[in-house]
T-cell receptor, first 110, second 114 residues
Framework: DGGITQSPKYLFRKEGQNVTLSCEQN?????MYWYRQDPGQGLRLIYY???????QKGDIAEGYSVSREKKESFPLTVTSAQKNPTAFYLC?????????FGSGTQLSVL | DAKTTQPTSMDCAEGRAANLPCNHS???????VYWYRQIHSQGPQYIIH???NNETNEMASLIITEDRKSSTLILPHATLRDTAVYYC???????????????FGKGTKLSVIP
């Protein structure tokens, strides 16, 4: 089945640690996105990528980094500089105006 | 992007139609209205979108007023599985990935009651 696969579903981070969230898509979409969602809130854009080897900062990029070495993959690293990383992270791709989302990763701080 | 206003929450009896309103009074002529929904702890799911004509698909109907300042998403026969947060978004479509910085507000929490 085509879609967006995020892993892991749950992730725990220790103080000062970098962690990487995986996002893979087999929809052959050029554009991919990372959003952050806090409890009871909407989604906020962290980074997006229109094509391989290119990505742009969204509204809340500080403390995060991404790479886009392959069309299918858009991993997100939450660095130690992100002081409040606990949130639900959503990856998406888009085609003709529609966003397709993965099932999300819940990141918590130990 | 135009800002949208939605009620915080709504209830609907199972089997009845759920009508979810959205105000977007500052919408521009080239902006589409999109609806997504998010079931708890899952990623949002695309439902429907439209420009000015009413639209219908297998999930829902979208009614856009003639002045395009508001719209209503209609779930014709709500089921318990329709309990979710529904987001109304307005955005220019098809203009590059950078344009898909869709702004998701808090949406409307729809509770379908047995």
């Amino acid at each position: 089945d085509g879609g967006i696969t995020q892993s892991p579903k749950y992730l725990f981070r220790k103080e000062g640690q970098n962690v990487t969230l995986s996002c893979e898509q087999n929809l052959n979409h050029d554009a991919m996105y990372w959003y952050r969602q806090d409890p009871g809130q909407g989604l906020r854009l962290i980074y997006y990528s229109q094509i391989v080897n290119d990505f742009q900062k969204g509204d809340i990029a500080e403390g995060y980094s991404v790479s886009r070495e392959k069309k299918e993959s858009f991993p997100l690293t939450v660095t130690s500089a992100q002081k409040n990383p606990t949130a639900f992270y959503l990856c998406a791709s888009s085609s003709f105006g529609k966003l397709f989302f993965g099932s999300g990763t819940q990141l918590s701080v130990l | 992007d135009a800002k949208t206003t939605q009620p915080t929450s709504m209830d609907c009896a199972e089997g009845r139609a759920a009508n979810l309103p959205c105000n977007h009074s500052t919408i521009s002529g080239n902006e589409y209205v999109y609806w997504y929904r998010q079931i708890h702890s899952q990623g949002p799911q695309y439902i429907i979108h439209g420009l000015k004509n009413n639209e219908t698909n297998e999930m829902a109907s979208l009614i856009i007023t003639e002045d395009r300042k508001s719209s209503t998403l209609i779930l014709p026969h709500a089921t318990l599985r329709d309990t979710a947060v529904y987001y109304c978004i307005v955005r220019v479509a098809y203009s590059g990935a950078g344009s898909y910085q869709l702004t998701f507000g808090k949406g409307t929490k729809l509770s379908v009651i047995p």
